[in-house]
């Protein structure tokens, strides 16, 4: 008897405050590999935090080994909240019925990165090259190989790394002769190592990490909006939009999602590979 | 020797510590060692696991963020292939298993282990570790491991089995050590002990252990001279003990069988011995009275204050009055009776304290004995006074009417008589004289019998002792017509021969007897009287033979000569008379002076006397006594001498006066002692030469008479000469110590009596010298002309210095100088009898330099030829 009036006072508490407390043990946030885990984990970990005291339930910031597996995990609604490239939340919208909320103010660019005092100076000279890319299914890969073929280029192979400093690493040690990644990516390298590198071509500004509501929480996605939003005020926030060079939240642009468009189906393609 | 339980034996007590301890030690080793193993492995389980956990979650983040199972299992995999892992199992947060190696999907996961334990039985040990796996805050999940603990429980255990394995192996070589250890240490020990033991029941010579340069074998040499020491020691002390028994035996035995009481106190006091007599003689027994205060137990209360007194200088210095020294006293017994005691006190310091040692015997007894022995001998003093008395009396009452008719017959016979008239008074005189010779060796025979007989012991010539004896004997041998032979060339008779210590009187007795017998016995040949003598120290002794040729004696006869009352046989009395006493006198007089008397004789051939006898030497030089006697006979001094005569019985007066008479002395008379006192402090001093005074008196007798005379010493020079009948010695000594100059026995020889007078007056100086210095006044004109050069008659005259008559002697001492002083002290040294002269002549003139207790002291002295004692006396007066 007492637990049920704990429960009600709770209740009443939180719509009181315009929060409504998320159903459910935890709140998962998926986030694409874009990086390694860590770095992952690292980056959301004051919105982490900030969602898990303000929705009082713990909330979990997950990743995949790689886009693909994001995508299959994303399409299967384990996450809440999917952080993903424009593509993977075109499909997520359009396979699963995620609901965009807002994107980073920071454009998000794909670059194709070469060493900066070698060879390679147009896109011709990828021609016969070792090129590497995150995961077949990231935005900046497909970003790449697009260029690639609008260009006419055929790289001698295209490896697909998971994690964006490594195929920066690999490209400096010359294991590869390009890669391609996001700009952000580029951006938050290690000066010594980004000095290294060049950017052969950057794209034009695409749907970066857009942050896809998963239809079950449509119940409380003005809440979690209202939250976001909040949390884009905080200083840890603005700490992590000025770390991994974000500008912080916007919403997006009418056509934006849409835009994504030419690049679901190959996802999707992708994505039903991967076993 | 009975075997011990080894656990008893050093062997087996050290046997049992060591291994004990090192049983003991081991296991602490040993688990110390588990524990440290146990706390090691601990240590390096937890270290190994917060190793792996780090790693593994390092490794597992990443792909647990990413939902990467086939990452996350290659890595559980692959940690878990190292084989130290026994499992590796990661949840989700969710508690979900996400992937697992080595641990069964359907088996619930293990709770962490709280403790490292190597003890479990399990067979598979394994540590459990859960480690949260976090990043950023955020919960990914659990890292479930387990670490194989099977190596480190195998380890344990093979640490624990070998350590117990070599523990016990080195137990058992220690114990094998030890145990031979102990046998070769015990070994000797037991040859030590057996040794030791051997020693302890007796054998003091047991055989030597072995010994050796280790330490063991110095314990074996160190006993053996310790037993060969022991050995000696004991015989020693056997030695020692057994003398100390003995001793200890005879002392017990000795006080124990004392008469004597032997007790001793302790320096409280309290009695620490008291031996069987004590109990007897005091009457306490021996638990009775030891410990108790000696003297509260036993002395009187009279004594008890000298003890109180003298105790704590008794305890201080072990001395007192009474210790060292026997005393009489007396002592309370138990029944509080008093007892006379002789108790003999030392002092023994035992302890370091000083202890009273007492002897007390019970004189009760003989105290008793001592009384009645005094009053025996105060009774038998009295008899012998009563018989000395009754003596004297005798000898009075017989003398005196005897000395009437003898003086009486003597003094007719002087008279002219008519020829039958001097027959009849001549038998009638010698009848009286026989008488009282006969009288005289009754008297004689009594005190010599009574034990009163005496000796004098004075100085005289030997020679004129004989000649006296052969004058007496003369007459009987012109008579009997008999060869008289006198061998006296002997030098012991020379004329210079020294003075002999001697009785004069009894000598001439003894030898007047034997040769009166000689020439009474003889008809007809010879009487030979021969002396001889030989010198010794001091010493003369001399033999005087008698010899006869008379009737001789048989042996029969010769033995029985000498007994009182027997003359060879009843037909000599007849024929010889006699009373038979004369040679028992002889015999006890000879025996008397030391002397020795022999007889030989043959009936019909006659008799030979021998006699030996030894006199002390006189220390004499010159003899002024033989000159003197030569003079004496010269009895004209005596004519118009005063002599005041002190007699109350007529007849003794009468004699006496008319013997003085004879040679001239003027006689005056007082009857008894109080009359001659009074006449003579009526009269000058020296108005009489000398006194005859009687001894038996009525009013006064002769002994006060003179005591009063001798008061007044103005009489010192005064001669008082004892006439009487009273001859025992004792009263002859009486008169001389009241002052008397002389004894003249009565009946008295008058030739004896003037010389006696003669001498006497000769040393009353004051009288002579005021006589003679009226004769010279008188008779003398001084003759200018025949005046010798410096002499100076009348100064002589009036300091009334009359010349010595004798030759040789330095002046009498009118003056009493320098001169005479040595000459004095030299003779007095010699123990000449010259000294005797100057002195009685001298001695008043020297009041002024001797006191008048010096002056008696040396008189004393010379009167009894103590010249040392005199010379002290005289030289002790000289110096003050």
Redesign the interface.
């Known amino acids: 008897m007492k637990r049920l009036c704990a429960v009600m006072m709770m209740s009443l508490l939180l719509m009181s405050t315009g929060i409504a407390a998320p159903t459910g043990d935890v709140f998962v946030i998926g986030v694409a590999p874009h990086t390694s885990p860590r770095v992952i984990l690292e980056m959301y970990a004051p919105l982490r935090l900030y969602l898990e005291k303000t929705f009082g339930v713990p909330v979990e910031i997950v990743t995949a080994p790689n886009f693909d597996i994001f995508a299959q995990r994303g399409l299967a609604q384990e996450f809440d909240i999917a952080i993903t490239t424009g593509h993977q939340a075109r499909l997520f919208q359009k396979d699963a019925q995620y609901t965009p909320l807002l994107t980073y103010k920071a454009d998000f660019k794909a670059v194709a990165l070469v060493l900066a005092n070698g060879t390679i100076r147009e896109p011709a000279d990828l021609k016969e090259k070792d090129v590497l890319g995150l995961s077949a299914a990231s935005l900046v890969t497909l970003w790449g190989q697009h260029w690639l073929a609008d260009n006419k280029v055929t790289p001698k192979s295209i490896r697909y790394i998971s994690a964006s400093d490594s195929v920066a690493q690999l490209v400096i040690s010359g294991d590869a002769d390009a890669c391609f990644t996001s700009l952000a990516n580029y951006q938050k390298l290690n000066p010594d190592v980004r000095d290294q590198l060049r950017i052969l071509v950057e794209s034009k500004p695409m749907a970066g990490r857009v942050y896809m509501l998963n239809s079950r929480r449509t119940a409380m996605q003005k809440e979690i909006d209202n939250a976001l939003w909040a949390f884009a005020a905080t200083p840890e926030a603005k700490k992590y939009f000025e770390n991994n060079k974000l500008e912080g939240y916007r919403p997006l642009k009418p056509t934006e999602m849409e835009d994504m468009d030419m690049y679901v189906d190959e996802t999707r393609k992708l994505i039903g590979n991967v076993k | 020797m009975k075997r011990m339980s080894p656990w008893k034996t050093v062997r087996g007590r050290l046997l049992i510590l060591a291994i004990g301890l090192e049983a003991l030690m081991l296991t602490v080793l040993i688990i110390n060692s588990i524990r440290l193993l146990h706390s090691a492995m601990s240590n390096q389980v937890q270290a190994q696991a917060q190793q792996f956990s780090p790693v593994l979650i390092a490794a597992l983040?990443?792909?647990?963020?990413?939902?990467?199972y086939?990452?996350m299992q290659a890595v559980v995999d692959e940690s878990q292939a190292k084989g130290s892992l026994d499992y590796i199992v990661v949840v989700d947060?969710?508690g979900h298993r996400l992937v697992a190696n080595g641990w069964s999907t359907d088996m619930p996961l293990p709770e962490p282990s709280k403790d490292f334990s190597l003890f479990e039985n399990n067979t598979a040990p394994r540590y459990d570790v859960i480690v949260p796996i976090e990043?950023?805050?955020?919960?990914l999940g659990e890292l479930h491991f387990g670490i194989n603990l099977s190596q480190i429980v195998h380890a344990r255990q093979t640490l624990f089995v070998q350590g117990v394995g070599i523990a016990a192996i080195e137990i058992l070589l220690s114990s094998l050590l030890l145990l031979f250890l102990g046998f070769w240490l015990t070994r000797h020990m037991k040859a030590l002990t057996q040794a030791s033991l051997e020693v302890a029941s007796g054998n003091l010579s047991p055989s030597p252990v072995p010994e050796g340069d280790d330490d063991v074998g110095r314990l074996g040499a160190a006993f053996n001279i310790m037993s060969r020491v022991i050995a000696e020691r004991v015989n020693e002390l056997t030695v020692a003990k057994e003398t100390a028994e003995v001793s200890e035996v005879q002392l017990r035995s000795i006080t124990h069988s004392a008469n004597d009481a032997i007790l001793m106190i302790n320096p409280l006091g309290a009695i620490s011995y008291w031996n069987p007599a004590a109990e007897q003689i005091l009457g306490y027994l021996a638990e009775e009275a030891l410990g108790q205060d000696l003297h509260n137990l036993i002395v009187p209360e009279r004594y008890l204050a000298a003890y109180r007194a003298g105790f704590p200088e008794f305890l201080r210095t072990g001395q007192g009055n009474a210790v060292g020294k026997t005393l009489e006293l007396f002592a309370k017994r138990k029944d509080n009776q008093e007892i006379a005691i002789s108790l003999s006190l030392s002092a023994v310091f035992l302890y370091g304290a000083w202890h009273a040692v007492g002897i007390l015997r019970d004189i009760t007894e003989r105290k008793q004995y001592e009384h009645k022995l005094e009053q025996a001998r105060e009774t038998a003093e009295a008899a012998n006074l009563a018989k000395s008395q009754f003596l004297a009396n005798m000898s009075h009452e017989i003398r005196t009417p005897m000395n009437a008719i003898i003086g009486m017959s003597y003094l007719v016979l002087q008279s002219d008589l008519a020829p039958n008239q001097r027959e009849q008074l001549t038998y009638l005189h010698h009848a009286a004289e026989s008488l009282l010779a006969i009288i005289n060796d009754i008297l004689d025979f009594s005190k010599v019998e009574a034990g009163k007989m005496t000796l004098e012991r004075v100085p005289f010539v030997l020679r004129d002792t004989l000649n006296e004896c052969i004058q007496m004997l003369k007459p009987t041998l012109d008579v009997k017509s008999l060869e008289f032979q006198y061998e006296n060339q002997d030098a012991v008779l020379a004329l210079d021969a020294p003075l002999l210590l001697g009785d004069a009187l009894r000598l001439r007795q003894v030898l007047t007897n034997l040769l009166s017998n000689a020439t009474k016995f003889t008809q007809k040949g010879f009487v030979r009287f021969g002396v001889a003598s030989s010198h010794k120290e001091n010493a003369t002794c001399v033999v005087f033979t008698i010899e006869d040729s008379g009737i001789g004696m048989s042996d029969e006869q010769v033995a029985r000569l000498f007994e009182k009352f027997m003359q060879a046989d009843a037909s000599i009395t007849r024929e010889y008379g006699g009373t038979g006493l004369g040679l028992a006198i002889t015999g006890k007089l000879v025996a008397l002076m030391g002397g020795t008397i022999e007889v030989k004789s043959q009936l019909s051939q006659g008799s030979c006397f021998t006699v030996e006898i030894p006199f002390a030497r006189a220390l004499v030089g010159e003899n002024p006594l033989r000159e003197r006697r030569s003079s004496v006979e010269n009895f004209d001094e005596l004519k118009g001498v005063r002599v005041l005569l002190v007699e109350d019985h007529p007849v003794n007066r009468k004699v006496a006066s008319n013997a003085l008479a004879r040679a001239g002395v003027v006689v005056d008379i007082a009857e008894n002692g109080e009359l001659a006192v009074k006449k003579l402090q009526s009269l000058p001093p020296e108005t009489y030469g000398a006194v005859l005074m009687d001894l038996q008196m009525p009013v006064m007798d002769g002994y006060e008479a003179t005591e009063i005379i001798r008061k007044d010493r103005k009489f010192d020079l005064l001669p008082i000469i004892a006439l009487s009948t009273r001859v025992m010695t004792f009263e002859k000594e009486k008169c001389f110590q009241i002052g008397m100059n002389g004894f003249i026995n009565v009946p008295f020889d008058p030739i004896h009596l003037w010389q006696s007078l003669l001498r006497a007056i000769r040393k009353n100086t004051p009288y002579l010298v005021r006589n003679s210095l009226q004769a010279m006044r008188q008779s003398i004109q001084i003759d200018p002309e025949m005046a010798i050069q410096g002499l100076h008659v009348h100064e002589g005259l009036n300091t009334e210095a009359p010349e010595s008559e004798m030759k040789g002697v330095p002046d009498k001492g009118l003056v009493v100088d320098a001169a005479w002083l040595e000459a004095f002290t030299d003779h007095l040294g010699k123990g000449d009898f010259v000294a005797i002269e100057l002195w009685e002549n001298n001695s008043h003139l020297l009041g002024n330099r001797f006191s008048p207790a010096d002056l008696e002291h040396i008189s004393k002295a010379l009167q009894q030829f103590d010249f040392t004692r005199a010379l002290e006396y005289f030289n002790t007066g000289t110096d003050r």
Do not use: E, G, K, N
């Open positions: 983040t990443a792909p647990l963020a990413a939902r990467d086939a990452t947060r969710y990043f950023q805050h955020q919960s």
